[in-house]
């Protein structure tokens, strides 16, 4: 008697037993699947803030949530960076027909995330345009250099105490000509680099002073970033 009653006994605890096998779908909603995430947090977090930093606050790249930036860059403007990248530069494109992961619906999350981030209430003073409308010129480049910029890094840009080089190769390598005018307009807060109001007291940079010292800035990148040689071919010494 006392077997036959052990028997269905050991055969529920073995079905019980069971529900703690591995590989066994848990009583938890499942975890979705990469292209069904639409909260922006995740999505940022996941896709974005190993540059820009976990807030939005900068890091390796520039800030996202600064409000110079937000008044410079709108939706489209985030939208095509995102969905594209930036071409010769660590910045990804993220879209699925671009090569990357996100789908125009995920993209259409960080776009509304990150212009969420705007403050209504503050409205920075006529910033210059994202875009330049015309080429600067290096020449006069050099000039607008020494007026706003070498106070800080340097008078040849090669870095001072208030700031480090701009004119380092591998830099210049890694960053695009729009990178370059972005910052000089945004600035970097996190790093205690002024905006384009902020180089000299009580006198902002015109657009023209912008694309001009951006010129100067790009007139400095190498051809061929990183390579030992001279023009000769010499190893050089």
Not at 135 to 162: L, Q
Not at 175 to 189: P, W
Not at 208 to 233: F, K
Request: proline share 9%.
């Amino acid at each position: 008697m006392r077997l036959r009653l052990a028997l269905p006994l050991a055969a529920v605890v073995g079905l019980v037993a069971c529900d703690n096998l591995p590989g066994r779908p848990s009583p938890h909603p499942e975890v979705p699947r990469p292209e069904e995430v639409l909260d922006f947090d995740t999505l940022y977090r996941a896709n974005c803030s190993g540059c820009h930093g976990l807030n939005g606050n900068g890091g390796a790249a520039i800030a996202l949530r600064d409000p110079v930036y937000l008044a410079i860059a709108d939706g489209s403007i985030v939208r095509n960076v995102a969905s594209r990248g930036v071409h010769g530069t660590p910045m990804p494109p993220f879209a699925l027909n671009m090569g990357g992961t996100l789908t125009d619906q995920q993209i259409d999350v960080i776009v509304r995330g990150v212009r969420a981030w705007a403050r209504r209430d503050q409205r920075d003073a006529d910033p210059p345009p994202y875009s330049a409308s015309s080429p600067g010129d290096p020449k006069r480049g050099a000039e607008v250099y020494a007026t706003f910029c070498s106070g800080c890094h340097g008078p040849d840009g090669k870095g001072a105490k208030g700031g480090s080089s701009i004119v380092n190769g591998s830099f210049l390598a890694l960053v695009s000509d729009q990178y370059l005018r972005t910052t000089v307009i945004v600035g970097r807060r996190e790093l205690g680099a002024p905006d384009w109001r902020a180089d000299v007291q009580g006198r902002p940079m015109s657009a023209e002073e912008v694309a001009d010292v951006v010129a100067w800035l790009a007139s400095q990148r190498p051809q061929y970033p990183g390579q030992p040689y001279s023009v000769s071919g010499e190893l050089k010494r």
